[in-house]
């Protein structure tokens, strides 16, 4: 497996790993109106980023790879509100939710530098 597939196989993995966390999060919810909503808006937007991102792997051109990490760092951003509106509003003590919020920032920057990267790899063919 050469170090790109790799490299892709372990971000899925770290992707999925992140929404399952969110989901054990959602789980532990309290049950009020204000969780329920943003507690739906977090699942959504957590699960979206690792489904996107497989689906991006599967990407048939360099167009649909770049469609796709473009709605993953979108996503990956609105679960980083959803969390810091989850601390903010005291729905859970924000050092609950602190190494979530540190995750997805890091899955954020990941995301990003490869859209850059491969944005800036396309000027040069141009």
Request: proline letters at 2%.
């Amino acid at each position: 497996m050469d170090t790109k597939a790799a490299f892709n196989e372990a971000f899925r993995e770290h992707t999925k790993a992140a929404a399952l966390r969110v989901i054990r999060l959602f789980q532990q919810l309290p049950h009020t109106g204000e969780a329920a909503v943003l507690g739906k808006q977090l699942l959504r937007s957590a699960t979206s980023v690792a489904a996107n991102y497989r689906a991006a792997c599967r990407g048939r051109s360099g167009a649909e790879w770049f469609a796709k990490m473009s709605i993953c760092v979108e996503e990956a951003d609105e679960t980083q509100l959803w969390l810091e509106l989850l601390g903010d509003a005291e729905i859970l003590p924000k050092a609950k939710l602190a190494s979530l919020q540190q995750e997805y920032a890091a899955i954020v920057a990941v995301l990003t530098t490869a859209r850059k990267t491969y944005k800036d790899s396309q000027r040069v063919d141009e």
